[in-house]
């Protein structure tokens, strides 16, 4: 359960409609009651614990270590980029040397168009090969 008025209520911080609506709280939900427990020993327990004092420069330790990671984690998305993008030439110059390459490619000699007309003027049907390879009209598919 996440209530802000336990702490408040705690603390002494709510004014004195919200302090009787949450006893009111209090009184009809034994669970929220538990809660208040659990949540005043826990309080008790870490205000009784001795105090320390951090040792000289302990924060400015702990900031350049949070600086130190950080750039860290942008040195790593950095490498990633340039990883991703070294990737990205590859395909590009791929995909160049692919198309080149296959512009090269001289065209099917003679032009099937040409090939196509002198086949069907030069040649009988009956003698056709691929002819041969279509049913006859009526005939079994």
Known sequence: MNDDRISAYLDGALAPDDRAAFERDLAADPRLVETLTAVATVRTT???????????GFADRLLAAG?????SRVVAQRRVRSWAAIGAAAAAVSLAVFVAEDSDRSPVQPAIDEAGDGHVTNAGLADDPIMLLAPAAGGEP
Not at 46 to 56: D, K, Q
Not at 67 to 71: C, S
């Open 67 to 71: 600086a130190a990671h950080e750039e």
């Open 46 to 56: 870490l205000r009784s614990l001795p105090w320390h004092e951090p040792p000289n």
